[in-house]
Every structure is written in structure tokens, then in C-alpha cells.
Nanobody
Framework: QLQLVESGGGLVQPGGSLRLSCAAS????????IGWFRQAPGKEREGVSC???????NYADSVKGRFTISRVNAENTVYLQMNSLKPEDTAVYFC??????????????WGQGTQVTVSS
């Protein structure tokens, strides 16, 4: 069974940090592009970051310089390190896997999401 499981969300104060994890089971992550997305209440889902199977990365302008996506092949896990968090980063964060390996628009597998709340 192919599955993605996110973890690491929580409540953090503005300026704080969190590290989200996206663990895969049933398939090998490094052969896929992995994207992080988020959806805030009343807003559309937006792309946050992507890591291609070849290791290239991209980030939304709103998170550049603050978020870092990485992969640990031995753990079959992709991480999203989030620093200097802002209240506007509050959302449910999802990871997704894309079969073709490049960071495109259509993703094949999705996790269930993890809540990130940035508030004082």
C-alpha cells in the first residue's frame, strides 16, 4: 500500500521553527518528486516547495529564505525545515508525490496533512 504520512506540525510562536516530516511507505521516495503544499482556512491550496527526484528544489516566494526542503534516502523521508515562522504560515501542510520525478502540477499520492499554527 502506497502511503505518505506527515508529522511535525504544532503550535509555535512567531519567529519560531518547526520541521515537518513526510515519510513514505510502499514506494521509494527518491524516485519521485515530492511537493509540500498548504491550505489555510478559507483559502485555496498553494504550493510551498518541491524537491525533484534529481535533487532540484523550488520554493514559493513567500517562503524563500525561510523554508528548506530536503530528503534522507535512508529514512525514505522528505523534510521541510521552517524557520522564522509567521502567522500567515498557519495552515494544514500536505506532502505529495509525483511519479514523473519533476516538480509539476499533478501529484499522484497525498498525505493526510499536519496542522501548523503560528501564534503568540
Amino acid at each position: 500500500q502506497l502511503q505518505l504520512v506527515e508529522s511535525g506540525g504544532g503550535l509555535v510562536q512567531p519567529g519560531g521553527s518547526l520541521r515537518l516530516s513526510c515519510a513514505a511507505s510502499g514506494f521509494i521516495l527518491r524516485y519521485y518528486a515530492i511537493g509540500w503544499f498548504r491550505q489555510a482556512p478559507g483559502k485555496e491550496r498553494e504550493g510551498v516547495s518541491c524537491l525533484s527526484s534529481r535533487g532540484s528544489t523550488n520554493y514559493a516566494d513567500s517562503v524563500k529564505g525561510r523554508f528548506t526542503i530536503s530528503r534522507v534516502n535512508a529514512e525514505n523521508t522528505v523534510y521541510l525545515q521552517m524557520n522564522s515562522l509567521k502567522p500567515e504560515d498557519t495552515a494544514v501542510y500536505f506532502c505529495a508525490a509525483r511519479v514523473y520525478g519533476d516538480c509539476g502540477h499533478d501529484y499522484n499520492y497525498w498525505g493526510q496533512g499536519t496542522q501548523v499554527t503560528v501564534s503568540s
